[in-house]
C-alpha cells in the first residue's frame, strides 16, 4: 500500500517548526539540508537565506513528515490560507490526547476532540505555524 507523506512549505521557519513537531512526535530527523549545503558557482545562495531548510524529514511510524523554507525570491506562502491539512489516525484515545494538546499547544483549536457523530474520537485546529491538522481515533480499526 502505498504511504502518504506530507510536505509543507514554511516562511523561514521549518527548522523551529520540525524541532517542535519532533518534540511532540518523538524520533530523529532522517535528513536535514540547508540551501547553503547545496550553494557553489552553478546555484549561489543569499547570505540570508544561507542557513535555511531546503530538505527536512520527521519520521512518523511508517510515514514522513516533509518540509522546506520557501526562499524569499520566490515570495511567501500564504499560511493562512493553506487549506491541506494533515491527518494522524492514532491507535489509542490516549495517543489522541497527546498528539492533539501537544501540537496545538500555541495554536487555534477549531474542533475540540472527542467523540464525533461518525463514530470516531477526532478534532481539529491549526497549529502554532499555521499547519491544520486531525487527530482521528477510530475504535473500529483495532
Same mark, same amino acid.
Given at each position: ?18 524541532? @517542535? ?13 540547508? @540551501? ?6 552553478? @546555484? ?12 527536512? &524529514? ?25 487549506? *491541506? ?10 495517543? &489522541?490526547?497527546?498528539? @492533539?494538546?501537544?501540537? *496545538? ?10 467523540? *464525533? ?26
Amino acid at each position: 500500500m502505498a504511504l502518504i507523506n506530507p510536505h509543507i512549505n514554511f516562511n523561514g521557519n521549518a527548522e523551529e517548526a520540525f524541532n @517542535f513537531y519532533k518534540s511532540v512526535f518523538g524520533g530523529e530527523f532522517s535528513k536535514l539540508v540547508r @540551501f547553503k549545503d547545496l550553494a557553489g558557482a552553478g @546555484f549561489p545562495i543569499a547570505e540570508n537565506e544561507a542557513n535555511k531548510i531546503i530538505y527536512i &524529514a520527521l519520521p512518523i511510524g511508517k510515514n514522513i513528515l516533509i518540509a522546506n523554507d520557501v526562499p524569499e525570491i520566490l515570495g511567501k506562502t500564504n499560511e493562512n490560507e493553506n487549506r *491541506s491539512k494533515i491527518s494522524v489516525s492514532t491507535e489509542s484515545r490516549e495517543e &489522541a490526547d497527546t498528539l @492533539f494538546y501537544g501540537l *496545538s499547544a500555541g495554536g487555534q483549536i477549531e474542533g475540540p476532540i472527542g467523540d *464525533s457523530p461518525w463514530g470516531t474520537y477526532f478534532g481539529c485546529f491549526r497549529d502554532q505555524y499555521g499547519i491544520e491538522w486531525i487527530i482521528d481515533f477510530n475504535p473500529n480499526n483495532k
